[in-house]
Every structure is written in structure tokens, then in C-alpha cells.
């Protein structure tokens, strides 16, 4: 039974963990609003997928399985200890007896996690785990005596009341014929104090959580509750008529759940694991990133909330002489290595969103600082000035057609099945040119009607808005929309992954709501209908290498895969790397447009090396940007000449003998 002094304790110890909360969240309350409510069922849900279902962390198996046995190890006998100490209900032998056997079975596994987590850390020590001083050495040391300590409490009671031990508690009684010979000697308040020590032990972990990287089980709860309910990969859209700054400069300018990410952020390393910036040696890691805007955040919330409680402006952050947040905690080239390609988000396990806050960052680095790479000046110019990134004659958009039998603009056939939407790269670049006819002629044997819209087509904007550029984005999707909403469009095929991404979502949040598709998505479709059949044998051993705007951002994974194994003779091989773990080619993010200067090796390069291990005669995408880095990692790897890149439209062209 509890005294009056462990009530004592056990209150202190809330209130600590409550006035340790309250200050975490009053530093999340220093950033912008922004709502995150709305649809809680589905956000319950969602929640209790991660947190109890374990559905991210059960991704990689030893630490997935680690913190299951951790989690379900602590979690467990904690509820049946409070509903006891309720005195909820009188128990049967045999229902006492079940619930000690589940007690003893579940603090087995948790010190089987525990020691696995020891191992992980100081043996196996990977490069994504960091250590901060001696907390999470003093935390393990924490949890491995109250788990120890539990199992002494059980085996002394046993050692006196049962020697000859019991199923109910089979590891309880292997430490009970340990102890036995001390059985008869040990005096009840023996048993009685080790069990307030590891109580009191208990408690000490729950007053110290929001001190310690035990905060995660509230911090992460809350972020996976309030996590994104939009479509993946939509950014904030920017009111551009009415905002005096535009994108984050200071750390209060973040909104409050990008700053609670902050320390929901666990420093796993995943993220760091599977970013391409990061493994080329690049200056950007996302789990740093995360924890510099963690420590910028703790550095300066007390002064922000005093700003903001006497009424001070802080628009342009902080006084000159403290460490700004560029410069004193990030810098402009860890923003601009990024090539936004989900890969840290897709593997988070506490929801964080990495890319919203880079893409943020470039927005005020852009728009306010006109601070960019030297190079990407040139391509806002040709954005501007002809509405594609490589400046070349707009009024020349729809010219591959001329030699394209059939193919009407919007403004002579509007009432087709689709609009074809070509592209910067399908209208401009002699290679994609090539794919662009491609799936003309499949599209065209299949009897699918469609038009384009020829000189009148834009930009969709993606790498403009992905750059920071959101001025530049907003006129090019404004004169798009405006032009489709004309024809009344309201079909789409769209090639590049980064248009289709950027047509299908970002343009609803300016009124251009469309069906939209990609080609894989199309022709898969057209197979299943039976409107085209791929007759002609291709044999060759292909990779497929996944395009990160249509694999992480779109789920499209298993389209292109399917049409490639319909194809008779092709060997299809996959990368070490694939699917939602594939590897970036470097070209996301506006990057396509930049020099790759920094790091030990281009991200591209890479990437075709991982193609190159499993000796491929071809390598598909389905992506101009990815065609272009492969094309030219082969060229680095003096492999242009055994070694083809096809897009898959192509492939299926070529199957269908219809090629021309």
C-alpha cells in the first residue's frame, strides 16, 4: 500500500512533469499560427497506427523490434499497476496468476530491448547515432534498474512465499532459485524497500521526462496526432498580395508545429540514412538540421515571448548581436543541398517534415535576401522572360508536333479525352523530345483522344516554388490555370513526375482542379483494357530506377514495374535501393538547375554506380530530370555505350513495333 510520503512523491513527480511540459510547449507557442485540427478520428487513427501499431519503426527490424519490446515492456505493466492501485475490480487465483505471467513475460522483452539498444549504441555504435554528453547513457542506465530492480522485487517475494517458483512468473522464479538460499533470511521490509526504490526510480523517469529524450512519448504522440492531412509534398501556399516578409529568416517564424517537430525529433538518424545530400558528403543532414532549429529555438523562445508580451516588434527577428539563425545555426549551403526528395520524411517514424521547413527557408533566402546560387538567377530570368528554365523561345513550345502526325492544340480540338500535357523538357530537350513521340504513338494505337496546348503551355513552376520562388511559381500556375479553366480541361496526362505532382495537388490551392495522371499510370491502364498489347520481344536485363516525385510523393511504385514485366524478354532487376527507399538522382529541389560542387561524389554518380552493381543493359525511368542525371552518370562512369536509358513509354513503343 502506498503512504502518505509516496503520495508526496508521486505528486511532485507529476508536477514536475506537467511545469517540464508546460515549458516545452510554451516554446512551441513562440512560432506562427497554423491550424493542424480538424478530422480527429482519422488523425486518431493515424496516430494509434504509429504509436501503438509501431507501422514506421517496425520498417527497420532491429530497432523497430527494440522499441516494441521497450515500449510494450514499460507500457504494459504501467496500466495494470495504475488499474491496480484503483482497485478497479477483485481478481480470481487464476485471472492474478495470468496477469503476473503477462507482467513477467512483457518485462523480459523489455530488458531483451534494452539490451539490444546497449549493444546497438556502444557496440555497434553507428555513424546516425549521436550522443549528447552522458543523458542517453544515463538514461539506459535508468531503465535497465528499473527493469532489474522489478525482477529482485519479484524474486525475493518468491524466494520467501514460493522457492520452488511458479508458471505464473517463470523468469521471476529463475531469479527466485537464485536468491532461495537467502530466501529464509530476507525480512519483509526488505522486499518492501527495494520495491519503493524501484518505484521511486519510476518516478524519477516520469519527473525527469521532458528533461530527456524520454519527452518523445508526449512530444511524439502529439506530432503524429497533428501531422500533415494534405497531400504529400504541398508546401504552405504564400500570400503574396498581402504578407510583408515571405518564408522564415528567425526561428519564431516558423509555425508551431514546425517547432514542436523539434522535439519530436529523436535523433534516430533514419532520416540521415537515406538522404542523398547527406551520404555524398554534402553539408546538409536532416536530423542536424532539425536539432540546429531545436537549439535556436531553446537559445531564444524566453526573449521572443518577452517581445512578444511587451509588444515589441520582432518582425525582423533578434537583436544584431546574438547568433542569427543563418549563420549562427544554419547555413545557406546546407538549404540549398537539399534536393527535396522525401527521403528523411518518408522514413521519420515521429512525422517530422523536413522539406516544408527547407523549402521556407529558400522562400526568405529568395524573396527577401536575394540570396541563391549564382546559376539559378539565369533560370528565374528564363522562367520569366519565356516561361521555361532554359530560356529558349516560348512560341517554339509546341514545335516537336510539327513532325508529329494528328496532334491538335486545345485551340483546334478542345473536346478530347485529355489534354497531353508535354512539358518543359518533352517541348524542349532533343532527348525528351524522343519520349514525348513515344507516347504520341501509344496513346494514338490505343485511340486515345487528346490534344495539347501547345505555345500556349507554361512552366508548371515546380522547381521555381521548390527554389523558393513562390512569386515566380504563382504567375506561371496562374496563366496555366487560367488557360486550362478556358478549355474546361479536366483531364490530364502529364510525363514529368514534377508537373504531374504539381498539377494534380499544388494547383488546387489556386483553383485548377483536374484529373491528373501520369503516362506509367495510362499505359498500365490501357494494358489492363486490353487497347494495346506488347507483342515484340525486348530481351535485355533492365534496372528501373524510381523517380522521387513519383514514388515518394505519389505512391507510384508499381505501375512502371508492371508494364516493364509485360514486356517479353526483359529482365527486370532491381536496385539495392528501391522503391520508398530508392535513391535521388540529384535533380529535385531546382537542383536540375544548379552545380553540384559540394561533397565527395555528385548524387547522381552515385546513383548510377548502385545501377551499375547489378550490370544492366538498360536503365528506365520515368522522369526527364532522372533521364538527364542517368545519361550523364553513365558518361562519368564511361558507360554511355554499353548501358542505355530508356523512359518507359519507350520501351512500350518498342514492344508495340510501333517506333516509326
Not at 477483485?90 to 507482467?103: D, F
Not at 539565369?378 to 508536333?401: I, M, Q, Y
Request: net charge negative.
Amino acid at each position: 500500500m502506498l503512504n502518505s510520503f509516496d503520495v508526496l512523491i508521486i505528486g511532485l513527480s507529476l508536477v514536475l512533469l506537467l511545469v517540464g511540459s508546460a515549458r516545452k510547449i510554451a516554446r512551441w507557442r513562440v512560432g506562427e499560427p497554423e491550424v493542424r485540427d480538424g478530422n480527429a478520428g482519422k488523425r486518431f487513427a493515424s496516430m494509434f497506427a504509429s504509436v501503438v501499431g509501431h507501422d514506421r519503426i517496425l520498417e527497420e527490424a532491429v530497432p523497430g523490434y527494440m522499441h516494441v519490446f521497450l515500449f510494450f515492456g514499460f507500457f504494459i505493466p504501467f496500466i495494470f499497476v495504475v488499474f491496480a492501485q484503483l482497485h478497479v475490480a477483485t481478481l480470481t487465483p487464476a485471472a492474478a496468476g495470468g496477469i503476473s505471467l503477462i507482467l513477467d513475460l512483457v518485462g523480459g522483452l523489455a530488458l531483451v530491448g534494452l539490451l539490444m539498444a546497449i549493444y546497438r549504441r556502444y557496440a555497434l555504435s553507428p555513424d546516425r547515432l549521436d550522443e549528447q554528453g552522458n543523458a542517453d547513457g544515463l538514461l539506459l542506465i535508468g531503465l535497465l534498474f528499473i527493469i532489474v530492480s522489478g525482477f529482485v522485487v519479484e524474486g525475493l517475494r518468491l524466494a520467501v512465499t514460493t522457492p520452488e517458483g511458479t508458471w505464473f512468473a517463470p523468469l521471476g522464479s529463475l531469479i527466485a532459485f537464485v536468491l532461495a538460499p537467502f530466501g529464509p533470511k530476507v525480512d519483509a521490509q526488505v522486499i518492501v524497500w527495494v520495491w519503493r526504490l524501484h518505484f521511486y526510480a519510476i518516478l524519477l523517469l516520469i519527473a525527469t521526462m521532458p528533461y530527456s529524450k524520454l519527452f518523445h512519448v508526449i512530444s511524439g504522440i502529439l506530432n503524429n496526432y497533428y501531422r500533415s492531412n494534405k497531400p504529400k509534398g504541398v508546401v504552405s501556399l504564400l500570400d503574396i498580395e498581402n504578407s510583408e516578409t515571405f518564408g522564415v529568416a528567425h526561428v519564431h517564424q516558423f509555425t508551431w508545429k514546425q517547432l514542436m517537430d523539434s522535439d519530436a525529433c529523436i535523433r534516430c538518424g533514419r532520416c540521415q540514412d537515406n538522404c542523398p545530400a547527406y551520404l555524398t558528403e554534402k553539408p546538409l543532414t536532416p536530423k542536424k538540421l532539425i536539432q540546429d532549429i531545436r537549439e535556436c529555438l531553446y537559445d531564444k523562445s524566453k526573449q521572443i515571448a518577452k517581445c512578444k508580451e511587451s509588444g515589441e516588434d520582432i518582425t525582423w527577428g533578434l537583436p544584431d548581436e546574438e547568433k542569427a539563425l543563418f549563420g549562427g545555426y544554419l547555413t545557406d549551403d546546407q538549404i540549398w543541398s537539399c534536393t527535396t526528395c522525401r527521403a528523411c520524411m518518408e522514413v521519420c517514424p515521429m512525422y517530422v517534415e523536413h522539406v516544408d521547413k527547407i523549402v521556407d527557408l529558400r522562400r526568405n533566402l529568395v524573396l527577401m535576401e536575394s540570396s541563391f546560387p549564382a546559376e539559378v538567377q539565369t533560370v528565374f530570368k528564363n522562367f520569366e522572360n519565356n516561361s521555361n528554365p532554359w530560356g529558349l523561345g516560348w512560341a517554339d513550345r509546341g514545335n516537336w508536333a510539327k513532325e508529329a502526325a494528328g496532334v491538335t492544340t486545345m485551340a483546334e480540338n478542345a473536346d478530347v479525352d485529355y489534354l497531353l500535357w508535354i512539358g518543359c523538357s518533352g517541348s524542349f530537350d532533343d532527348r525528351y523530345k524522343k519520349v514525348t513521340n513515344s507516347l504520341v504513338k501509344v496513346m494514338q494505337a490505343a485511340g486515345v483522344s487528346f490534344s495539347i496546348l501547345g505555345s500556349e503551355e507554361k512552366c508548371c513552376g515546380d522547381s521555381a516554388r521548390k527554389m523558393g520562388n513562390e512569386y515566380l511559381y504563382q504567375t506561371l500556375a496562374m496563366e496555366n490555370i487560367e488557360t486550362m479553366n478556358g478549355y474546361g480541361v479536366k483531364n490530364i496526362v502529364v510525363m514529368c513526375p514534377h508537373g504531374y505532382n504539381t498539377l494534380k495537388k499544388d494547383y488546387k490551392q489556386l483553383g485548377g482542379d483536374y484529373n491528373v495522371i501520369h503516362h506509367t499510370e495510362l499505359i498500365k491502364q490501357l494494358l489492363d483494357d486490353g487497347r494495346i498489347e506488347l507483342k515484340r520481344p525486348l530481351p535485355a536485363r533492365a534496372v528501373y530506377h524510381d523517380s522521387c516525385y513519383l514514388g515518394r510523393y505519389n505512391d507510384i511504385y508499381t505501375q512502371p514495374r508492371e508494364i516493364l514485366q509485360e514486356v517479353q524478354g526483359l529482365e527486370l532487376v532491381e536496385m539495392d535501393r528501391n522503391n520508398k527507399r530508392g535513391f535521388c538522382c540529384g535533380a529535385g529541389g531546382g537542383r536540375m538547375w544548379m552545380e553540384e560542387t559540394l561533397g565527395n561524389a555528385k548524387i547522381n554518380d552515385n546513383r548510377v554506380a548502385q545501377a551499375l552493381e547489378k550490370e544492366p543493359e538498360v536503365a528506365v525511368t520515368a522522369c526527364p530530370f532522372c533521364m538527364v542525371m542517368f545519361e550523364d552518370g553513365l558518361k562519368f562512369h564511361d558507360r554511355e555505350m554499353d548501358v542505355k536509358v530508356m523512359d518507359v513509354v519507350e520501351i512500350v513503343a518498342e514492344a508495340l513495333e510501333v517506333t516509326g
